[in-house]
């Protein structure tokens, strides 16, 4: 199963964007990269899903280079609501899904 | 995405007694959960893959005689406690695959179990 490395804290203000780096060098063919935000004792929520290059909906943008290695989750504008922890995974539907740190984002006023 | 219900949504029991904690897949036929166990400012940790109709799956360093899980039909695993301790204390989720990956694992909304 390939490992994940993300940043353990960022900092952002309300209205900014907030862009969240994860690492996977040994991401398989077959794995899918999704990100989870997790609220204080709440299970994780899906956030969004990605294969290769782009993809958007209506909370966030998943960007992921050629090479797969890595991926960058882009929450536009965030607000004080948006404080949370967030994950990123890498897997396909045949695995058990095993967390990383993830990441702690505190947005301020 | 599948929709998971997990129950109790919090727990206090006393030093030595089992507690069961439910998970129910609402809206699709889950032939795997997942169960996690989190302490505070933590992240989540595997503890098992529950199978539908098999034994489960423990991850190195869980108890399974502690932790006992049943997955008998393919809506509903359960994870017990057994003679709970305060170190058991913690929040545990459990996760279902989705109808399809598009969705990834849909999870829990958790179990805050306190064992005093």
């Known amino acids: 199963l390939a490992k994940t490395t993300q940043p353990i804290s960022m900092d952002s203000y309300e209205g900014q964007e907030v862009n969240i780096t994860c690492s996977h060098n040994?991401?398989?063919?077959?794995?899918?990269i999704t990100w989870y935000q997790q609220f204080p004792s709440q299970g994780p929520r899906f956030i969004i899903q990605?294969?290769?290059t782009k993809v958007t909906n209506e909370v966030a943008s998943l960007f992921i280079p050629a090479d797969r290695k890595s991926s960058t989750l882009s929450l536009p504008r965030v607000s004080l609501s948006d404080t949370a922890v967030y994950y990123c995974?890498?897997?396909?539907?045949?695995?058990?899904?095993?967390f990383g740190a993830g990441t702690r984002l505190t947005v301020k006023p | 995405g599948a929709v998971v219900s997990q129950h109790p949504s919090w727990v206090i029991c006393k030093s030595g007694t089992s507690v069961k904690i439910e998970c129910r897949s609402l809206?699709?036929?889950?032939?795997?959960m997942f169960w996690y166990r989190q302490f505070p400012k933590q992240s989540l940790m595997l503890m098992a893959t529950?199978?539908?109709?098999?034994?489960?799956?423990?991850e190195q360093g869980v108890e399974k005689d502690k932790f006992l899980i049943n997955h008998a039909s393919l809506t509903l695993s359960t994870l017990t406690v057994t003679s709970a301790h305060p170190e058991d204390s913690s929040f545990y989720i459990c996760?279902?695959?989705?109808?399809?990956?598009?969705?990834?694992?849909?999870f829990g909304s958790g179990t805050r179990l306190t064992v005093v």
């Open positions: 996760s279902v695959i989705g109808r399809t990956f598009n969705y990834g694992y849909t």
């Open positions: 040994n991401i398989a063919t077959n794995d899918y």
């Open positions: 990605g294969y290769k």
């Open positions: 995974l890498v897997g396909d539907n045949n695995n058990d899904m095993r």
């Open positions: 809206d699709f036929q889950a032939t795997t």
């Open positions: 529950s199978n539908e109709g098999s034994k489960a799956t423990y």
